[in-house]
């Protein structure tokens, strides 16, 4: 916990004594990584990569009253520093490495709990709502910003200097993501969370863990750590289970097996109504073998927002009145009102009430190109969901622009390639021509090399999309523009429900931008 003294820090990342005196009386109240926003009392953390080096900047950063500097040993620009900045320094042979060590040795410092939040997809979302549900008017949450959930990102997190034991938070809400094997093992070992909670599971980052079965696996090492209280999602299509003594993850045909054994001590399990109704699903046996299970079910649902019912029970029975437990989510989507159900079932365990989680509920705001569903001024509707794509994210898409209430109206929409998918990526893209084959009355313009393949598919049934579902399909390659289709002939903007959506390297919030500007 902040502050520290320079002292301190020297000895926790050098594990040896400080035989500096000077750095006893120095006291510091954070990290910083970028020069440009460094302030006096920060320590900064010279990081390097691919196009920058932090240490071209410490000369800037001392003259700015940096008291302390972590440096990798060799980098030529030490020899450059005036000596009294010099022995400012703690010399390294790994500045990351060291500055997640650093991070843990403030883990270690913590009083309060550390709540992980892993998945394939809806972390961040998971993540916003939860932060917001444990922030009532009584309690301080720090959070990961932004999507900060990697290697160095988690030890930025660590560091944050809302952890001053002057005014320390009840709850720190952390993002943990996963882009290799080994990953998660780390991560745990660094953040150790007390609670642990898992969102939907599907394919992700297979350049480098290869296949699905092999990320899902990667993902549930947030569950193997032997103090975490763990928050499951039993639902179909994300976490199948037999109740028994393992668990069957399952996605789109594809199935792999664990052992992971029910816990009465730690398991808050969360499961939809209408899987929990179904016959297969051993009731009596869930009550048994687990703290607590959450039932919920959406009630009702409209193209902006969703509102659901919630039900708690334990061995004792029902913990709340039902009528207590209905909440509005300023989001579409039954994948949103999953993500919702592990943030409340969370808070509840955090010892929250029902009216403290309503109180801090008032104030979550959805994440930025995350299902942002606005009405442009010439009467265009807009679903930005630009933040990235998988298969699962664009089902769930696809999903809210088929509700209901927009089923009379014409759709545009533009899907860019679902990147990092490696050896699999023409699998998964082949996969979508199940849900875009029965599209109606759309515009449908499918970017990138990676969706060629579907397109593929779609093409071979083209005449039957457009004779029976109105539906004409376009493709794009990756060199291409896709602004120039906006002004493709018979597609006035205004007459449309416009769904843009793709993984970031496909840089489709560009033509969000254009298209609000079109729009005004």
């Known amino acids: 916990m902040w502050p520290l003294t320079g002292k301190e820090i020297y000895e926790a990342i050098l594990e040896k004594s400080c035989p500096l005196e000077s750095l006893e009386n120095i006291e510091l109240i954070g990290v910083c990584t970028d020069s440009r926003k460094i302030k006096p009392q920060q320590f900064f953390v010279a990081l390097q990569g691919d196009n920058f080096d932090g240490h071209s900047y410490?000369?800037?950063?001392?003259?700015?009253?940096?008291?302390?500097?972590?440096?990798?040993?060799d980098s030529k620009f030490l020899n450059d520093l005036k000596p009294e900045f010099r022995e400012k320094c703690i010399e390294v042979e790994s500045v990351l490495n060291s500055f997640r060590a650093f991070a843990q040795f403030m883990r270690h410092r913590f009083p309060f709990p550390v709540i992980g939040i892993g998945g394939s997809n809806g972390k961040t979302t998971t993540k916003e709502m939860l932060a917001s549900l444990l922030s009532g008017p009584n309690y301080k949450v720090t959070k990961t910003q932004k999507s900060e959930n990697g290697f160095l990102g988690l030890a930025i997190t660590l560091c944050q200097e809302e952890h001053n034991i002057k005014d320390q938070p009840h709850a720190l809400v952390l993002e943990i993501g996963i882009d290799e094997i080994g990953a998660m093992q780390q991560h745990v070992d660094l953040s150790e969370p007390d609670i642990s909670v898992l969102t939907a599971l599907g394919p992700e980052h297979l350049e480098k863990l290869k296949n699905w079965e092999t990320a899902a696996n990667e993902e549930l090492f947030l569950f193997?750590?032997?103090?975490?209280?763990?928050?499951?999602?039993?639902?179909?299509?994300?976490?199948?289970?037999?109740?028994?003594h393992d668990?069957?993850?399952?996605?789109?045909?594809?199935?792999?097996h664990h052992e992971y054994p029910?816990?009465?001590e730690k398991d808050f399990l969360v499961i939809e109504k209408s899987e929990f109704e179904q016959e297969y699903t051993q009731r009596e046996?869930?009550?048994?073998?687990?703290?607590?299970?959450?039932?919920?079910?959406?009630?009702?649902?409209?193209?902006?927002?969703?509102?659901?019912?919630?039900e708690i029970f334990s061995k004792e029975g029902k913990l709340f009145t039902e009528n207590?437990?209905?909440?509005?989510?300023?989001?579409?989507g039954k994948h949103n009102a999953a993500n919702f159900a592990l943030a409340f079932a969370t808070a509840i365990k955090m010892k929250r009430t029902p009216r403290e989680i309503s109180e801090g509920w008032k104030n979550f705001t959805p994440p930025?190109?995350?299902?942002?569903?606005?009405?442009?001024?010439?009467?265009?509707?807009?679903f930005d969901d630009t933040y990235n794509a998988s298969p699962m994210s664009i089902e769930a898409a696809l999903n809210t622009i088929e509700n209901k209430e927009w089923i009379s109206k014409s759709k545009l929409i533009i899907l860019g390639d679902m990147l990092d998918l490696g050896s699999e990526s023409k699998y998964w893209?082949?996969?979508?021509?199940?849900?875009?084959?029965?599209?109606?009355?759309?515009?449908?313009?499918?970017?990138?090399?990676?969706m060629y393949d579907c397109y593929k598919l779609l093409k071979e049934t083209e005449d039957t999309l457009l004779k029976e579902n109105n539906t004409r399909i376009f493709w794009l390659a990756a060199e291409e523009d896709p602004v120039a289709f906006l002004s493709y002939e018979g597609i006035d903007l205004s007459q449309f429900v416009i769904l843009i959506k793709g993984s970031r390297g496909m840089k489709l919030d560009r033509l969000v931008k254009v298209i609000e500007e079109k729009c005004c």
């Open 368 to 382: 930025p190109m995350r299902s942002k569903i606005s009405t442009l001024k010439n009467g265009a509707i807009l």
């Open 262 to 264: 029910l816990s009465i």
């Open 58 to 73: 410490l000369q800037e950063c001392f003259e700015k009253e940096t008291p302390l500097a972590l440096v990798n040993k």
């Open 247 to 256: 668990i069957n993850i399952q996605y789109r045909g594809k199935v792999t």
């Open 429 to 450: 893209h082949e996969l979508l021509f199940h849900p875009l084959k029965n599209l109606q009355s759309s515009y449908l313009c499918l970017y990138g090399s990676a």
């Open 324 to 332: 207590n437990l209905v909440y509005e989510i300023p989001l579409p």
């Open 224 to 244: 193997r750590n032997a103090y975490t209280t763990r928050i499951w999602q039993l639902a179909d299509d994300r976490i199948l289970t037999g109740f028994t």
């Open 285 to 310: 046996f869930i009550f048994e073998n687990t703290e607590r299970t959450l039932v919920w079910e959406v009630i009702n649902e409209s193209t902006t927002k969703s509102e659901i019912k919630l």
